[in-house]
C-alpha cells in the first residue's frame, strides 16, 4: 500500500495530514518545506516532487508572502503579507491536483510580533473552511522561541483551540534556531538556547494533545538559519531520539515515536545528520537557503552562456539584424532557474528518502 492509497493528491489537511506525517513516520522519510516567493518556484517544487513521485510542503515566509504580493504593497499592517500568503495558497489549490501528489500548503516562522500576520492567514482559513469544510491552508507555523516556555505554551494553545475547529494543523517552535531569517535575528544567541530539554517537549506534548494532535514540534538540536562553514555548526539530532523517548515514557506507550518533530535550518546539514533526524522522528524539514541558490545558479549560468545574445534586443554573433528576443523573453531564463531549483529539490527529497514514497 502507498501514500496514494491513503492520502488524495492535491492540498492535504486535517486528518489527511496527520495520515501522510504518520505515514512518513512510520517508513523513515521526510518532507522538504520549500520556501517558494512566487508561482515559479511553486511550480519547481511541484515539478520536482511530481517526477520523483513524492509529496510535497510549499510554505510561505512573511517577506516571501509579501513578495508574492508585489514589493509596490504598503505592508505596515502586514496587509500585503495578509494578501500574499493568501493568494499564494489559491494558486497551489488552483494547480496541485494536476500534478498528481499530495501537497502541503504551509506558512513559516511567526514570531509575537508578526501576529498581525497569522491572524490574518487564520481568518481566511476559516472562511475557507464554512464554504469548503477544510482550512485554505494545511498548516502554519508560530515561531515565539523568543519568549518564556510558559508564554509560549499559552499564545500557541490559544490559536490551537481556534485552529482545532477548522482542523487546521500548527507547528510550533521551543528552543532558538539560530542565524537569521525573515527579520527574526538570533546571530549572538548564547549556544545553549539552541538545544531543547525532554521536559519542554512533553509539557508542550501533553498541553497540546488536550486540544488535538495536530500538531508537530520544532526542536532546538543546534540548528542555524542560512549556510556556514563546515564545523561552525554543531548538530545534535540524535538528541530527538531522547525527546522522544521520554515522552514515551511520561505516556507509558509502546509507540516508537509519538511525537512528529521538525527541522530547522536543514540547509547545509550532512546527509549522516538529516538520516539522524530522520531516525529519530523529523517528518519535515525545511529548505530555503540552498534553493535560493540554486534558482541564482540556473539565471547566472543562462547569462554567461548567453551573454553576447543579451546587449541588445537586435544584435548578436549571428549578425547585426538578427533579433534576440528568444533569449531574453523572461520565459526563457526563468525556467533555467526552475530547473536547477527543480533538481536542487529532487536531492532534498533524496536526502529525505522522499523518492517513490507514494
Known sequence: MGLLDIVPAGVVTGANLRKLFAYASENGFAIPAI???????????????????????????????????????ANKNQEASIVGAIAGAQYIRAVAKA??????????????????????????????FKAHGEPLFSSHMLDLSEETKEENIEICLKYLKRMAAINCFLEMEIGITGGEEDGVNNEEVDNAALYTQPEDIWDIYKAFSEVTDLFSIAAGFGNVHGVYAPGNVKLHPELLGKHQAYVREQLGTTQEKPVFFVFHGGSGSTEEEIATAVKNGVVKMNVDTDTQWA?????????????????TQVGNPEGAGKPNKKVYDPRVWIRESEKTMIARVKQACKDLGNVETL
Open 99 to 128: 500534478y498528481g501528489i499530495p501537497v502541503i500548503i504551509h506558512s513559516d516562522h511567526c514570531a509575537k510580533k508578526l501576529l498581525p500576520w497569522f491572524d490574518g492567514m487564520l481568518a481566511a482559513d476559516e472562511e475557507y
Open 35 to 73: 520556501n517558494c516567493t512566487s508561482t515559479s518556484t511553486i511550480n519547481a517544487a511541484l515539478e520536482a516532487a511530481r517526477d520523483i513521485k513524492s509529496p510535497i510542503i510549499i510554505q510561505f515566509s512573511q517577506g516571501g508572502s509579501a513578495f508574492v504580493a508585489g514589493k509596490g504593497l
Open 295 to 311: 534558482y541564482w545558479t540556473g539565471l547566472r549560468d543562462f547569462y554567461e552562456a548567453k551573454k553576447d545574445y543579451l546587449q
